[in-house]
Protein backbone atom coordinates (compact mmCIF):
# COMPACT_ATOMS: atom_id res chain seq x y z
CA UNK A 1 0.00 0.00 0.00
CA UNK A 2 1.00 3.60 -0.74
CA UNK A 3 0.50 6.35 1.62
CA UNK A 4 0.31 10.27 0.50
CA UNK A 5 -0.15 12.40 3.06
CA UNK A 6 -1.27 16.26 2.94
CA UNK A 7 -2.58 19.09 4.74
CA UNK A 8 0.66 20.88 6.73
CA UNK A 9 1.24 24.40 6.33
CA UNK A 10 2.06 27.66 8.57
CA UNK A 11 -0.35 28.36 11.16
CA UNK A 12 -0.02 30.49 14.44
CA UNK A 13 -0.71 28.96 18.01
CA UNK A 14 -4.13 28.22 18.62
CA UNK A 15 -5.26 27.35 14.82
CA UNK A 16 -6.34 24.12 13.43
CA UNK A 17 -4.95 22.05 10.69
CA UNK A 18 -6.32 18.74 9.48
CA UNK A 19 -3.81 16.52 7.76
CA UNK A 20 -5.07 13.56 5.87
CA UNK A 21 -3.69 10.34 4.60
CA UNK A 22 -4.78 8.47 2.00
CA UNK A 23 -3.83 5.07 0.61
CA UNK A 24 -3.48 3.12 -3.07
CA UNK A 25 -2.37 0.08 -3.93
CA UNK A 26 -4.81 -1.70 -1.24
CA UNK A 27 -7.50 -0.84 1.11
CA UNK A 28 -6.68 0.82 4.40
CA UNK A 29 -9.41 -1.34 5.88
CA UNK A 30 -7.21 -4.05 6.73
CA UNK A 31 -4.55 -1.64 8.64
CA UNK A 32 -4.31 -0.22 11.92
CA UNK A 33 -3.41 3.48 11.20
CA UNK A 34 -0.80 5.68 12.78
CA UNK A 35 0.25 8.95 12.77
CA UNK A 36 3.87 9.88 14.21
CA UNK A 37 5.78 13.16 13.92
CA UNK A 38 9.39 14.46 13.57
CA UNK A 39 10.58 17.74 14.98
CA UNK A 40 14.10 19.18 14.27
CA UNK A 41 16.93 16.93 15.84
CA UNK A 42 14.58 14.86 17.44
CA UNK A 43 13.61 10.90 16.82
CA UNK A 44 10.32 10.45 15.57
CA UNK A 45 7.68 10.22 18.18
CA UNK A 46 4.50 8.60 18.49
CA UNK A 47 0.94 11.04 17.65
CA UNK A 48 -2.27 8.90 17.48
CA UNK A 49 -3.46 5.71 15.85
CA UNK A 50 -6.71 3.95 14.66
CA UNK A 51 -7.96 0.50 14.88
CA UNK A 52 -8.81 -0.62 11.17
CA UNK A 53 -12.54 -0.69 12.31
CA UNK A 54 -12.10 2.86 14.24
CA UNK A 55 -13.94 2.23 16.46
CA UNK A 56 -10.53 1.91 18.63
CA UNK A 57 -8.17 5.17 19.09
CA UNK A 58 -4.81 6.15 21.45
CA UNK A 59 -3.19 8.75 21.60
CA UNK A 60 0.00 10.80 22.55
CA UNK A 61 -0.26 12.68 26.43
CA UNK A 62 1.35 15.32 24.90
CA UNK A 63 -1.99 15.66 22.07
CA UNK A 64 -4.68 14.11 24.22
CA UNK A 65 -7.84 16.32 24.41
CA UNK A 66 -6.49 18.47 20.96
CA UNK A 67 -5.76 16.01 18.27
CA UNK A 68 -8.63 13.90 16.83
CA UNK A 69 -7.68 10.77 14.40
CA UNK A 70 -10.15 9.33 12.50
CA UNK A 71 -10.73 7.40 9.17
CA UNK A 72 -12.64 6.69 6.24
CA UNK A 73 -12.31 3.91 5.17
CA UNK A 74 -14.53 4.23 1.83
CA UNK A 75 -12.58 6.71 0.99
CA UNK A 76 -9.41 5.45 1.74
CA UNK A 77 -8.22 8.08 3.79
CA UNK A 78 -6.85 8.67 7.34
CA UNK A 79 -7.30 11.58 9.28
CA UNK A 80 -5.60 13.60 11.74
CA UNK A 81 -7.38 16.99 13.33
CA UNK A 82 -5.17 18.83 15.62
CA UNK A 83 -6.45 22.00 17.31
CA UNK A 84 -5.19 24.39 19.53
CA UNK A 85 -1.48 23.86 18.12
CA UNK A 86 1.42 24.86 20.02
CA UNK A 87 4.62 25.73 18.85
CA UNK A 88 6.10 22.47 19.98
CA UNK A 89 3.68 20.42 17.58
CA UNK A 90 6.37 21.60 14.87
CA UNK A 91 7.88 18.72 13.01
CA UNK A 92 7.05 16.61 10.23
CA UNK A 93 4.00 14.09 10.32
CA UNK A 94 3.95 10.88 8.98
CA UNK A 95 1.06 8.47 8.47
CA UNK A 96 1.85 5.34 8.90
CA UNK A 97 0.22 1.49 8.49
CA UNK A 98 0.86 -1.66 10.49
CA UNK A 99 -0.75 -5.06 11.03
CA UNK A 100 -1.06 -4.35 14.67
CA UNK A 101 -2.27 -1.76 17.32
CA UNK A 102 1.00 -0.10 17.98
CA UNK A 103 2.78 3.09 20.09
CA UNK A 104 6.09 2.12 18.21
CA UNK A 105 6.98 2.99 14.68
CA UNK A 106 8.89 -0.59 14.35
CA UNK A 107 5.85 -2.04 14.65
CA UNK A 108 4.86 -0.06 11.37
CA UNK A 109 5.50 -1.08 7.37
CA UNK A 110 3.72 1.05 5.61
CA UNK A 111 4.47 4.77 5.72
CA UNK A 112 3.60 8.16 3.55
CA UNK A 113 6.30 10.99 2.80
CA UNK A 114 5.45 13.23 5.88
CA UNK A 115 4.26 16.65 6.00
CA UNK A 116 5.36 20.15 7.53
CA UNK A 117 3.56 21.52 9.90
CA UNK A 118 4.91 24.89 11.28
CA UNK A 119 3.29 26.90 14.11
CA UNK A 120 4.22 29.89 15.04
CA UNK A 121 3.95 31.57 18.23
Known amino acids: VQLQASGGGLVQAGDSLRLSCAASGRTLSSYNMGWFRQAPGKEREFVARISWSGYSTYYADSVQGRFTISRDNAKNTVYLQMNSLKPEDTAVYYC???????????????WGQGTQVTVSS
Open 96 to 110: AGSNFPADTDVAYNY
